[in-house]
């Protein structure tokens, strides 16, 4: 019986069994070299397999935080590009010696070619993804290079100073960033910011609180420690000119104009006009304002067609071009709907159509789109179509975070993702801020009251509630009283009611 098993084990494997055997070991790492008699190497790489295997998954369900903030560290990228390209060369060696082992000494042409032909393909099948993932990798470790930089290695005159990289929110209940709309095409002349948006983020809850200033507000206040404030002790702004003449003394215009008119007055800077816009929004809002995200306008689609698009309500008619002044009519519109899908051309004019609409009505689509990206930016669309979103990002973004701060912002991030999103609500009348002198007093005390004041949750809106779409229909904050039976409109309104389907009757043409 023992010279039967032998000469059964001794005999020449058959073409199929070999093939079969080989493709086991390539899914199995170490099956094959057991298989082929090589029981001692195989069971070693059949152990590491597995141990690799269980340590992976161990980290995807335990530690998944910790492995999406290591993918904004520069040195981690590397060592994981370099690791990836590692394993898929040991893997192809395992596959390669499995099938030297397992095929018989004398088998024949056909065999042979057919066998070598079914390794490369195999061999193939492991390289292909692998180098996809290196070149994921690195377009990452690109993206964090040039975007952020080091603290050391950039200049700001109004970002923190140092950078507590154990606990960087250690005694920072709130974390206070710019968001900047430029279009800085070379087309037009300067930068204008039509888009400016302070984020006031909770460090511990990640419930965030979005504060949306109108460009054409005159008169933005300096604080009194800052260079500025003695070119402008009562804003910047000038009386007795038109309302062109205004155009240049807005808050759209200081990006460009107090730069150009005071070059270096604040002291080092990769982006003095963001650096100026923090200080005088800061003064404004009564925040002092951390860090600036600045998103080039004329990108924004490309960053919207990676991310497959994104899904917002329409509640009124959206005009695609036109000029209101000159009475020329758009060509195009965006129509009224619930859950329309955009791709980025669209949706960069939902946000910044002004055809038949006012600043009000722009401000709440740009928040709403704001929004939309962070629901479109879920992990299964951030894996599978990285590579573009981080071709878009390097041209999309300009920003003073540093390099060291970026785990604990994704951090940060995944929080706010998770959390309430909230609209600051600011009355154009009671804070005059369509006046040539807006109450900045007023306006600070409105957002210190909306900070204190609990998240309010998002509801479902009813039937006959009127559609936040005109200055008239703008929340207000409002007293609580013991006989009411739905809650009064408070200082800040869910993003998710703002933004929820509730046409108006009126619609712009």
């Given at each position: 019986?023992?010279?039967?098993?032998?000469?059964?084990?001794?005999?020449?494997?058959?073409?199929?069994?070999?093939?079969?055997?080989?493709?086991?070991?390539?899914?199995?790492?170490?099956?094959?070299?057991?298989?082929?008699?090589?029981?001692?190497?195989?069971?070693?790489?059949?152990?590491?397999?597995?141990?690799?295997?269980?340590?992976?998954?161990?980290?995807?369900?335990?530690?998944?935080?910790?492995?999406?903030?290591?993918?904004?560290?520069?040195?981690?990228?590397?060592?994981?590009?370099?690791?990836?390209?590692?394993?898929?060369?040991?893997?192809?060696?395992?596959?390669?010696?499995?099938?030297?082992?397992?095929?018989?000494?004398?088998?024949?042409?056909?065999?042979?070619?057919?066998?070598?032909?079914?390794?490369?393909?195999?061999?193939?099948?492991?390289?292909?993804?692998?180098?996809?993932?290196?070149?994921?990798?690195?377009?990452?470790?690109?993206?964090?290079?040039?975007?952020?930089?080091?603290?050391?290695?950039?200049?700001?005159?109004?970002?923190?100073?140092?950078?507590?990289?154990?606990?960087?929110?250690?005694?920072?209940?709130?974390?206070?960033?710019?968001?900047?709309?430029?279009?800085?095409?070379?087309?037009?002349?300067?930068?204008?910011?039509?888009?400016?948006?302070?984020?006031?983020?909770?460090?511990?809850?990640?419930?965030?609180?979005?504060?949306?200033?109108?460009?054409?507000?005159?008169?933005?206040?300096?604080?009194?420690?800052?260079?500025?404030?003695?070119?402008?002790?009562?804003?910047?702004?000038?009386?007795?000119?038109?309302l062109d003449g205004r155009l240049e003394w807005m808050l759209t215009a200081m990006y460009q104009n107090i730069p150009d008119a005071h070059p270096g007055i604040l002291g080092p800077s990769d982006n003095e006009g963001?650096?100026?816009?923090?200080?005088?929004?800061?003064?404004?809002?009564?925040?002092?304002?951390?860090?600036?995200?600045?998103?080039?306008?004329?990108?924004?689609?490309?960053?919207?067609?990676?991310?497959?698009?994104?899904?917002?309500?329409?509640?009124?008619?959206?005009?695609?071009?036109?000029?209101?002044?000159?009475?020329?009519?758009?060509?195009?519109?965006?129509?009224?709907?619930?859950?329309?899908?955009?791709?980025?051309?669209?949706?960069?004019?939902?946000?910044?159509?002004?055809?038949?609409?006012?600043?009000?009505?722009?401000?709440?689509?740009?928040?709403?789109?704001?929004?939309?990206?962070?629901?479109?930016?879920?992990?299964?669309?951030?894996?599978?179509?990285?590579?573009?979103?981080?071709?878009?990002?390097?041209?999309?973004?300009?920003?003073?975070?540093?390099?060291?701060?970026?785990?604990?912002?994704?951090?940060?991030?995944?929080?706010?993702?998770?959390?309430?999103?909230?609209?600051?609500?600011?009355?154009?009348?009671?804070?005059?801020?369509?006046?040539?002198?807006?109450?900045?007093?007023?306006?600070?005390?409105?957002?210190?009251?909306?900070?204190?004041?609990?998240?309010?949750?998002?509801?479902?809106?009813?039937?006959?509630?009127?559609?936040?779409?005109?200055?008239?229909?703008?929340?207000?904050?409002?007293?609580?009283?013991?006989?009411?039976?739905?809650?009064?409109?408070?200082?800040?309104?869910?993003?998710?009611?703002?933004?929820?389907?509730?046409?108006?009757?009126?619609?712009?043409?």
């Amino acid at each position: 019986m023992a010279s039967r098993a032998r000469a059964e084990a001794e005999r020449p494997r058959s073409v199929p069994k070999v093939l079969g055997l080989t493709l086991l070991g390539a899914l199995l790492p170490g099956t094959g070299l057991i298989a082929g008699g090589r029981r001692r190497i195989g069971t070693f790489v059949l152990l590491v397999f597995l141990a690799l295997v269980g340590l992976v998954v161990y980290v995807g369900l335990t530690r998944r935080d910790e492995v999406i903030a290591a993918a904004v560290v520069p040195s981690r990228l590397l060592i994981t590009s370099v690791l990836i390209g590692v394993v898929a060369v040991l893997w192809i060696v395992v596959i390669v010696a499995s099938h030297r082992s397992l095929r018989p000494a004398t088998g024949g042409v056909g065999g042979r070619v057919l066998g070598a032909v079914f390794v490369g393909v195999l061999c193939f099948a492991v390289a292909a993804p692998s180098a996809v993932g290196v070149q994921t990798v690195l377009a990452q470790r690109t993206l964090v290079q040039d975007v952020f930089q080091a603290q050391e290695q950039s200049k700001s005159a109004t970002r923190p100073s140092t950078v507590n990289v154990k606990d960087p929110w250690e005694g920072k209940p709130r974390l206070n960033l710019l968001l900047l709309g430029g279009d800085d095409a070379p087309s037009r002349e300067g930068v204008r910011t039509d888009t400016v948006i302070v984020a006031s983020i909770d460090t511990k809850t990640g419930n965030t609180a979005l504060i949306s200033l109108p460009r054409n507000l005159t008169f933005m206040p300096f604080p009194k420690d800052s260079p500025l404030y003695k070119f402008y002790p009562n804003g910047f702004g000038k009386e007795g000119l038109t309302l062109d003449g205004r155009l240049e003394w807005m808050l759209t215009a200081m990006y460009q104009n107090i730069p150009d008119a005071h070059p270096g007055i604040l002291g080092p800077s990769d982006n003095e006009g963001a650096d100026v816009l923090k200080q005088s929004v800061g003064e404004a809002t009564g925040l002092k304002l951390d860090y600036y995200l600045q998103v080039n306008l004329q990108s924004f689609p490309e960053i919207v067609d990676a991310l497959g698009g994104i899904t917002v309500n329409v509640n009124e008619r959206v005009a695609m071009g036109g000029i209101s002044s000159a009475h020329i009519p758009p060509k195009e519109w965006i129509e009224p709907g619930p859950s329309q899908h955009l791709d980025g051309r669209h949706a960069l004019w939902f946000a910044r159509g002004r055809y038949g609409a006012d600043d009000d009505q722009r401000q709440i689509r740009q928040r709403c789109v704001i929004k939309a990206i962070v629901d479109a930016a879920d992990p299964q669309t951030l894996v599978t179509k990285y590579k573009a979103i981080a071709k878009a990002g390097q041209h999309l973004l300009r920003t003073d975070i540093p390099q060291e701060l970026l785990p604990a912002m994704v951090e940060l991030a995944l929080k706010v993702k998770s959390a309430t999103v909230s609209n600051v609500t600011l009355d154009p009348e009671k804070l005059r801020l369509k006046y040539l002198h807006p109450d900045y007093q007023a306006l600070r005390d409105t957002v210190e009251k909306a900070l204190e004041s609990d998240p309010v949750p998002a509801t479902t809106p009813p039937t006959t509630s009127v559609t936040p779409t005109t200055p008239a229909t703008t929340r207000k904050p409002a007293t609580p009283t013991t006989t009411t039976t739905t809650p009064p409109p408070g200082p800040t309104q869910n993003l998710a009611d703002a933004c929820a389907y509730n046409p108006s009757g009126d619609q712009p043409n």
